[in-house]
Nanobody, 123 residues
Framework: QVQLVESGGGLVQAGGSLRLSCAAS????????MGWFRQAPGKEREFVAA????????QYGDSVKGRFTISGDKGKNTVYLQMNSLKSEDTATYHC????????????????WGQGTQVTVSS
């Protein structure tokens, strides 16, 4: 079993920055993949970013490319999402997810999910 706990959300003005953290507890092997997804009220879940523990492979959703950066600290079993140049449309609940293998944007392949952290961007 893997448990994921997100933190770092909050209220920020447009153009500002936030860094989300996702702390994983339990057994996460080197083959694991981690992802961030978000969901705003009335909208479908949207892929944000993904990373593989082993090779540092990363992938980003089109709407966040060039603004968000995903990274991981294996020693701390923590994944980060640095969010810069935030826009009002980034407002959503952000969820961290873990998969036994790198799974990119395919949310159905993720086995474990965190409760989420709210990000609100005021314009």
């Amino acid at each position: 079993q893997v448990q994921l706990v997100e933190s770092g959300g909050g209220l920020v003005q447009a153009g500002g920055s936030l860094r989300l953290s996702c702390a994983a507890s339990g057994r996460t092997g080197s083959s694991y993949g981690m992802g961030w997804f978000r969901q705003a009220p009335g909208k479908e879940r949207e892929f944000v970013a993904a990373i593989s523990w082993s090779g540092g492979r990363t992938q980003y959703g089109d709407s966040v490319k060039g603004r968000f950066t995903i990274s991981g600290d294996k020693g701390k079993n923590t994944v980060y999402l640095q969010m810069n140049s935030l826009k009002s449309e980034d407002t959503a609940t952000y969820h961290c997810a873990a998969a036994r293998y790198y799974s990119g944007s395919d949310y159905q392949k993720y086995d474990y999910w965190g409760q989420g952290t709210q990000v609100t961007v005021s314009s």
